[in-house]
Every structure is written in C-alpha cells, then in structure tokens.
C-alpha cells in the first residue's frame, strides 16, 4: 500500500511524457552529428538523461504534494499525504533523493548537461514553493521546467544546444497554456484562460511548423504528428470551454499533458526522420495505461 502511495506521489504517467522531451531534444542533437537515428539510441549518454529527467521530473512533482500538504487536505484528501499514509517529512525526503538523483546522472554527461539539471531542479522547487502562486510568472515557471528538459535531451551535444537552444520556447509555451487551463480544475469558470490556452496551442503548432526553416528540420513529416497532437488536445479543451465545468477541465488538462508526447514526436520526426517521431509515440500509449492508475493533474 506504501509503495503504491510513493508512486501516486511521483505522477509515473508524467514521467513518461519527460523521457519524451529528452528523446526529442536527442533527436535535435543528433540530427546536427548527422548520426544514424537508431544507432544513436544505443549512446549510454542517453540513458544518463533519461534517468536524470525521471530523478528531476519526480522530485518536482513531489515536492509540489509537499508544499500543497495542508490545500490538499481541503481540495484533494485523497493524495497520499493529507490521506495520511505518507508523511510530509518521508515525501520530502523522496523529492530531495530524486532531485539529487536527477542532478548525478547528468553529471555523467558532461558539465552543460549538469549545469541544466541543476537549473531545472531550481525551477521546480521555485515553481512548487511560490512560482504556482503568481498569476503570471505561475505557468512561465513550469514551462521553464519543461523547456529546460529538452534542452537536456540535446545537451548531449553541446553544439547542438548553442544551434538550437530557443527550441526550450516551444515547451514553455505549451505547459504555460496547460498551467493556465488548469486552474479552474477545482472550481470551473475559467473562460479567459481557456480560451488563452486555444492561442497558445496555436502558436506551438505555428512554431514547431517554423522550424521548416532552419537547415535541418523536415516539415512535411512532422505534420501528420502535428495533425494527431491538434487532435487530441483541442476537442476536450473545447468542451471546456462550452461549458467550464471542472471535470471537463480537468480533461483538458490531462490531454494536454499526455499530448506533450506528440509534441516531442513531432520536433523529433521533423529532425530525425518519422522513425524517430514512431519511437517516440509509443510512449503515448504507456503514459494513457499509467494514467488510468495514476493520477496526471
């Protein structure tokens, strides 16, 4: 029971999504080495920065159980530690081990991937701690965090980070429209910010079209992952707004968290080719397995 209460703690379908992001920020890098993509994979670079997203992303999402202990026990008894069967002080130390987690693995990459761990465990405590809280910096902070994770997945690659370092925009963007849906999750009647989220939704699909102009980047077969990624995303972000109703919010929060998935298959195809875009996309349907056990939001 314990161990099942840990898990709920670290949002395992979430961390899917995060493999995602440095599967797609390694596409970037090693489209720019012109490497073969599946011989690439075999890198134990990348299996360093898959475990330390899994360290960085979990302990961010317990840390955030811990500084919302005492909300939660009003909004959410449920979760493991207002229901009582983990205490804050334990949580706490989960977070702090796969934060430190997290930063390690990098270490074994070089010293940008570990500069960038270390600036992602910080803006996920900031954003836990008192980021979450600000009308505006809120949903920048959190986008933070996931841009700096693609930004790891290419840190592999140092000249690919100096090439490519404004891809982080494109995640930022997207999770500050995710972090904006999601505050009517509880009480509803979030019209400016749904209909906020509709814009930010457009401009990743606009940007990641974009990127058709730098040299190595291959519109045409990304956009049949672009097209299944619109489709997932907009069509409960549409009932949302109909009708502003908490559940229905609370899809379209957690369609646009799985879909960060599609997203990253998408910079991925583009780059890498659609074989990459397909590996990556598989991930979608473990995250959707996961998610019927484990809470997303």
């Not at 097209?227 to 919010?249: G, R």
Request: proline fraction near 5%; charge should be positive; charged fraction near 10%.
């Amino acid at each position: 029971m314990k161990i099942i209460a840990y898990l709920k703690l670290t949002r395992p379908a979430n961390i899917v999504t995060a493999l995602a992001d440095i599967l797609a920020g390694f596409s970037v890098s090693i489209a720019l080495q012109n490497k073969p993509s599946f011989e690439s994979l075999a890198d134990p670079n990348l299996g360093w920065l898959l475990l330390s997203t899994i360290g960085l992303y979990g302990g961010g999402v317990v840390f955030n159980d811990v500084f919302d202990a005492a909300l939660d026990k009003i909004e959410r008894p449920e979760r493991p530690i207002p229901s009582g069967v983990v205490s804050r002080g334990n949580a706490a130390i989960l977070g702090g081990s796969l934060l430190f987690l997290g930063i390690l693995a990098a270490y074994q990459v070089n010293e940008l991937s570990l500069i960038l761990a270390v600036l992602v465990a910080i803006a996920a405590l900031v954003y836990d701690a008192w980021g979450k809280h600000q009308h505006y910096f809120g949903p920048i902070n959190m986008g933070l965090c996931r841009g700096g994770n693609l930004l790891l997945g290419i840190s592999v690659f140092p000249l690919a980070f100096h090439e490519f370092w404004y891809l982080a925009f494109i995640p930022i963007v997207y999770i500050s429209a995710i972090t904006m849906i999601s505050r009517g999750e509880v009480h509803g009647k979030n019209l400016k910010a749904l209909k906020g989220g509709v814009a930010l939704y457009l401009i990743v699909i606009s940007a990641i079209l974009a990127l058709s102009f730098t040299p190595f980047f291959d519109a045409i077969l990304c956009i049949p992952f672009l097209a299944l990624f619109a489709f997932l995303i907009f069509p409960p972000l549409f009932k949302a707004i109909k009708l502003q109703e908490p559940p229905l919010i609370g899809k379209a929060v957690k369609a646009g968290v799985l879909s960060l998935i599609v997203m990253d298959a998408s910079i991925s195809a583009g780059f890498s080719g659609w074989e990459t875009g397909i590996l990556i996309l598989i991930l979608l349907p473990i995250s959707i397995v996961i998610a019927k056990a484990f809470a997303v939001t």
